[in-house]
């Protein structure tokens, strides 16, 4: 167990429909990382947050979202979801922004119907 | 824009034989990383590689980086069937502000009896 809690661990939802997945980092770490792993594009970095603020983006999609709480928990919204958005959704933890390894969470698998 | 390549893609083994998987990536890192992954379950980190030449163990296992020649082997010593998995090697970006993984294919090797 890495420390690294996601909720939900399954979703099936309906195209255009908006989901809300959620990370609770390792006690201490201060920056989350959201990664889609899907077979067709493997695992690709999406976006990465410290102490509340954006540092760094990937390939994230418009249609997505995410944020930091002031209690370090994060947030990942996916709205006007399509079928192609199916994959498994990992958050990662570190202690601090980068040159550092992180922790990743046991996924949220989305299922778009 | 960076990178990185696992081969083989597939690798299946008999027990007690040796084997390496290279990971080759195309624009100056320091920091590689191999996790495994076992079907539908989290990323758990293996070795964390930080300079040229840094060579790790641990059990079956032993990783290593040459950073000149931008590529890391992951060495695997007499096989057995627990380490039936699919492995990643993931390059971390020259330091910035904030960080991002990138990951190559992963290299789903299966250890037959």
């Known amino acids: 167990d890495s420390g690294v809690t996601q909720t939900p661990k399954h979703l099936i939802t309906a195209t255009g429909q908006r989901v809300t997945l959620r990370c609770s980092p390792r006690s201490g770490d201060l920056s989350v990382y959201w990664y889609q792993q899907s077979l067709d594009q493997g695992l690709q970095f999406l976006i990465q947050y410290y102490n509340g603020e954006e540092r760094a983006k990937g390939n994230i999609l418009e249609r997505f979202s995410a944020q930091q709480f002031p209690d370090l928990h994060s947030e990942l919204n996916l709205s006007s979801l399509e079928l192609g958005d199916s994959a498994l959704y990992f958050c990662?933890?570190?202690?601090?922004?980068?040159?550092?390894?992180?922790?990743f969470g046991q996924g949220t698998r989305l299922t778009v119907v | 824009e960076l990178k990185v390549e696992q081969n083989p893609l597939f690798l299946s083994m008999q027990e007690g034989k040796n084997y390496t998987i290279y990971c080759n990536y195309s624009?100056?890192?320091?920091?590689l990383y191999w996790y495994r992954q076992d079907p539908g379950k989290s990323l758990e980190s293996l070795f964390v590689l930080l300079s040229n030449g840094a060579v790790k163990q641990e059990g079956r296992l032993m990783a290593s980086l040459d950073t000149k020649a931008r590529l890391s082997t992951l060495h695997i010593t007499a096989a057995v069937h627990d380490l039936s998995a699919t492995y990643f090697c993931a390059v971390d970006r020259p330091p910035t502000s904030g960080s991002r993984l990138t990951f190559g294919e992963g290299t789903q090797l299966t250890v037959n009896p």
């Open positions: 990662a933890s570190s202690v601090v922004p980068h040159n550092t390894e992180a922790f």
């Open positions: 624009t100056t890192s320091d920091r």
